[in-house]
């Protein structure tokens, strides 16, 4: 059984890596934050007598025997944070995969595959685009040669941080080499629908589809105090409408637009009409052709608004990842459902991407949430109650056991 | 008189340092090129005979003596330029006046006043904030403390940069100290207006009222994939509204509106929401009180923003610099348009600042202005002729002439 205090308490521990101010976690992936985090995980892991696997692209098996030989049983998600991001999101569900290992070595325990323990690399996409970036190349959707030379902001690559900190791997990231017999995930749900229906588990039958773009609006820079209004060239005002307009579609079509990120090439001046606006979308959908409908209609109505702004043009429109809907592998959900039978629940498609986006092609996986606070994720205030916690650490025990002895 | 083909070498020579590949200039007030450009004009300004003082703002003036002590007539303006910038938005002024010196000297002409060289420090506002610094502080507009603690994005104050490149003058920055009998600045429209009537040369009458701001608005970063449209605190929607809101009334109320400068307190990520959008508004008019209604249908539209965007406020609305609007001297006005006389030419109310506007109101003050190639500045495209700087160093040397006889 697990220990709920424990698993809280060494969930909280782990959070002295990257800790900011204000409560949140700021652990861009594979900084020295991260790599610290990691080789504690693997420490902890090995006390219990795991043996540890570190891929390619820095992945961390941890691998505790079983009874039969074979793929193991995964309980996987991430270390890695946003810049401003809380202390749960991919936290919780490698602290609860510690904790049921744990419990399982205090308990002497014997599962009949072995289980493992996941950290995958980069899921948050923060700092290196794509996210589930680890994952991906394990599941051969992405080559190891690209997820290696992703680069930060500041033109650091995937391969040298693994260099670095010593987290490139000899084996390779693949699904191939690293087989696994089931993919189980415990993740906060970073939405409102428990927190809502005050409910503290879910059981996740799926995940929406999304698409991120890089887009670059052309105008031409000049003088503030000089430049009529009406002569002007200022892409600021064209990607404002655009702006609103992704939102008015996303509505309209019943999915999600969001620019996260705004900036331009060159440096801003407050007296400078800005030359150029770059920025990031994110659209996203429980439908891949409703998807494919609301980008349709984005483009039209972003060409439609260069069109009507003068001296203005799109000078790129660059995808820089996207990600079909998801069905969870309806045995492995079933697991989880019975695992939750004794709370009040929901099933719930996920909104967010996660890792099990991508075992999902190559193994049966499943997801489980759990509440947190007003729905809010990716910012300091993410919250979920050790009360919470426990009944995700019990349901994956539960469900992974459950998926075991089928 | 004026050698046409040596001011224009001398000023291409000038832009050696901090020219970009693009052809503009990248010469922030008081980084390394903007302290090489200084020195050097330094001693080009010595081998025509002048004696140079730096004062504690490091503003430069190079007197060239006349038949009378006094005060000299100066024509300044400055050497730095904006990130974006060109090769003559106040570059200019500065080796127009020194070819004004230049000719003197090899004519062996003789002024009744004593004439004087000026570059201002940090007349953009680009790199510190607020624009037309050093002038501000001699005019006494600003104590030399106030100048001195600007800092940069990287929190580098001016006074380090003056001491590091040993600009920080022993002589007081005030016009008490260093006293002007006038000032005349030749500078680049800037604006369409010449370009349009297919005129070289302009007398300018006066300058424009503006004023800058930094309005942060925070809404409540979240999760991209799982926050639903409608339950969002997304600032983005309500800077969008607002800058399209604030150019509507520029253009109701006859004024100007740009945001120049468009961020955030928190590193930006791809799928988050944005927690808090801070922006600069830089507002323009040439009449006081109209400028007055602008800000007060600016600020009353804002308000009306945030009320409708859920969850999102008005932080703060910090003014960071403000210049009423400026009539020049109508003694000097009349010397430039005398001077001007045997050109096609317009009267014309600068829209830009200059630091003609802090002159102003410590001595007569005039200012002329040159065609620029589709009104562009602040912009690498920035371009005047060759013949068009030859007419304003011209009308520049006939001016300060006919003052000095007045
Ligand atoms: N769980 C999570 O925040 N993943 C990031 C990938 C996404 O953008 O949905
Ligand atoms: N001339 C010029 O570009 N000055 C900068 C001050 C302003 O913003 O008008």
Redesign the pocket.
Known sequence: AIDAQRLNDTLQLSCQWGATPDGGMDRLALNDDDARVRRWYIGECEKVGCQVTVDAMGNIFAVRPGKQQGPPIAMGSHLDTQPTGGRYDGILGCLAALEVLRACHEAGYETIHPLVAIVWTNEEGARFIPSMLGSAVWAGMKPVEFGHSRTDDAGVSVREELERHNFLGVTASSHEQIPLKAHFELHIEQGPILDTAAHPVAVVTGVQAFRWFEIKVKGRGS????TPMHLRHNPLTAFCRMALSAEELAVRFGGLATIGRVGSLATQS??CILDDVVFHLDIRHHDDDQLNRLEAAVRESFAKIVEETLGVRLASWEPLTASQAVQFDPLAVDCVRHACKAYPKEEIISGAGHDSVNTSKRCPTAMIFIRCKDGVSHHPSEYSTPEDIAVGGRVLLDAVCRYDST
């Open positions: 003088h503030a105090g000089t407050t007296n």
